[in-house]
């Protein structure tokens, strides 16, 4: 990792607030929770989840990281170490994930593992981040692990695997196909979600916005202009042609992260957010007080208005259309849980 100015981190240190007991609630994109129950949804979902757990041996997987990749700890890496534990202690993770270096020159973090979730870190990440944007990175898995998203990003990766070998039948080209694509939509917005809660293990938005434009293709961070950076995702947003929300939706059918300019902006206004100032004064949702069983309905809601905030802020007539479509799906996936809800505890 680039050095850092020694005397800024030990400042930092100190005044970096911690955590205990936050729900992922606290830090989750509304519209991950709710593209996520309407993955649930989604047929035969339920069905591949409980063969994949049968089919694959996870004991092999971290068996695989533990053989080929470094696993961090106090004499390996002892400075990612550091930075693994101090984020487990902001988010108030226990137990601590492991977490390995793997030879990647692509700037990579991943989670994986449906039982004990791990992290992957690539060495092009390590090289090219320094300590400030490393925490971000490995806060950001951090926050996978809190919100249960391994289980599901472990699901993509089997998939995706799985997809290679059957290209072949009819099952890859629908069936396995629909689910896939599900699958990307939804770890699209949580990986939204989670880049809040690196944000949450730095509290330093210009070092995670410093990491976002090194992913986005920043050699040194120092020659990017900031506003005029930013200003790409305002114009990449309010495109008023049809044809280009279309070319948009490709730009993103197959991929697993959102676009690094967007994603970028993203934070940022989170960042400027009410919602972040009331998190670091200690104002959040806490694990033991979420209602049990009760938070699909609120997640259908809650994605809803997303959908409607973006109708009103996006100038993307496509946008608008799919804004639409996704409040009436919420809507509706809404009043059809609360029908059923009624009617078990009748």
């Known amino acids: 990792m680039p050095e850092d100015d020694s005397e800024s981190q030990v400042e930092q240190a100190t005044t970096r607030v911690r ?3 936050i729900s992922p609630r606290a830090y989750e994109h509304p519209v991950d929770r709710g593209a996520l129950a309407t993955l649930r949804m989604v047929p035969g979902f339920a069905e591949v989840l409980k063969v994949l757990s049968g089919f694959f041996n996870e004991r092999g997987e ?8 470094i696993r961090v700890g106090p004499s390996q890496y002892p400075e990612l170490d550091r930075l693994r534990h101090e984020c487990a202690e902001t988010l108030d993770v226990d137990p601590v994930p492991n977490l390995f270096v793997t030879r990647d020159p692509d700037c990579e973090a991943m989670t994986l593992g449906m039982d004990e979730p791990f992290i992957l870190v690539t060495t092009g990440l390590v090289e090219t981040m320094d300590t400030e944007g490393t925490r971000w990175a490995i806060g ?16 993509l990766h089997r998939l995706l695997s799985l997809q290679l070998s059957m290209s072949w039948t009819p099952v890859s080209a629908l069936g396995l196909r629909a689910i896939i694509a599900a699958l990307h939509e939804w770890y699209r917005k949580a990986v939204l979600s989670c880049d809040r809660a690196g944000l949450l ?9 410093r990491a976002q434009i090194l992913l986005a293709g920043g050699i040194d961070p120092a020659q990017v202009d900031i506003p005029s950076f930013l200003q790409q995702a305002s114009e990449y947003e309010s495109v008023e042609d049809i044809r280009d929300s279309l070319l948009k939706l490709r730009n993103v059918e197959l991929t697993s992260h959102p676009l690094a300019v967007v994603r970028a902006a993203q934070l940022q206004k989170w ?16 694990r033991d007080t979420d209602p049990p069983g009760a938070t699909w309905s609120e997640d259908v809601k809650s994605a809803a208005k997303s959908y409607r905030d973006s109708f009103v802020a ?26 059923f809800g009624s009617r078990d505890g009748d």
């Open 314 to 339: 996006s100038t993307d007539p496509l946008a608008k259309v799919f804004a639409g479509v996704g409040e009436a799906v919420s809507d509706a996936a809404g009043k059809v849980w609360s029908k």
């Open 140 to 155: 950001q898995q951090m926050g996978h692990v809190l919100s249960g998203h391994a289980v599901y990003g472990t699901m």
């Open 19 to 21: 955590f205990p007991g």
């Open 62 to 69: 971290r068996l695989m990281a533990l053989g080929s990749a």
């Open 271 to 286: 960042a400027a957010s009410e919602e972040y100032r009331a998190i670091l004064a200690g104002d959040y949702p806490r």
């Open 201 to 209: 293990c730095g509290q330093d938005p210009a070092a995670a916005l």
